[in-house]
C-alpha cells in the first residue's frame, strides 16, 4: 500500500539541520522510558491503525528503540523511520516526516494529510518530544 505524500516540509530554514547526502541514513539507538495514553489517545492509536499504526498501540510500553533519519528531497526534508521493541510482539515501526512550521516551531507528518506539533526539549543529553 502507498501513502499520499505529506505536506511539504522546509527543513531549509533550520541551521541545525545536519546535511545528508542523497541515500545517507543516520541511525540512533534509543530506549523509550515511558509511553502514556489516555482514553482518547488509546481511541487515537486504534483508530490509527487504519493508515498505518502511526502512534504507540500500548499504553505503558517502554524498551529499546531505533530511529532512523533520512534526506527525502520527494518530502521535501527529512524522513523519519522509528522501530519500537515489543515484548513477545514483532516491533512496531512508524514512519513519518519533520518540519519546522506550526505553533511549536516542530511538526511531524504521518500522510494521509495528517500532522501534529511537537514540542521537543533536551533532557540529561535525549531528545524529549512531547
Not at 39 to 54: E, H, K, N, S, T
Not at 72 to 100: D, E, M
Request: proline share 6%; with cysteine; aromatic share 6%.
Amino acid at each position: 500500500m502507498s501513502m499520499p505524500p505529506s505536506p511539504t516540509c522546509d527543513f531549509e530554514r533550520s541551521s541545525a539541520r545536519q546535511r545528508l547526502a542523497p541515500g545517507d541514513v543516520l541511525l540512533y539507538p534509543g530506549e523509550v522510558l515511558e509511553t502514556r495514553l489516555s482514553r482518547a489517545g488509546r481511541l487515537l492509536a486504534f483508530l490509527a491503525r487504519a493508515i498505518g499504526a502511526p502512534l504507540p498501540l500500548q499504553d505503558g510500553m517502554t524498551g529499546a528503540a531505533t530511529v532512523a533519519v533520512m534526506e527525502n528531497s520527494g518530502l521535501g526534508g527529512l524522513s523519519w523511520t522509528r522501530t519500537y521493541a515489543r515484548q513477545g510482539k514483532f516491533p512496531q515501526v512508524i514512519h513519518s516526516a519533520k518540519c519546522f512550521a506550526g505553533s511549536t516551531g516542530l511538526e511531524e507528518h504521518v500522510g494521509y494529510g495528517i500532522g501534529m506539533s511537537l514540542a521537543v526539549t533536551e533532557e540529561n543529553g535525549a531528545l524529549v518530544f512531547r
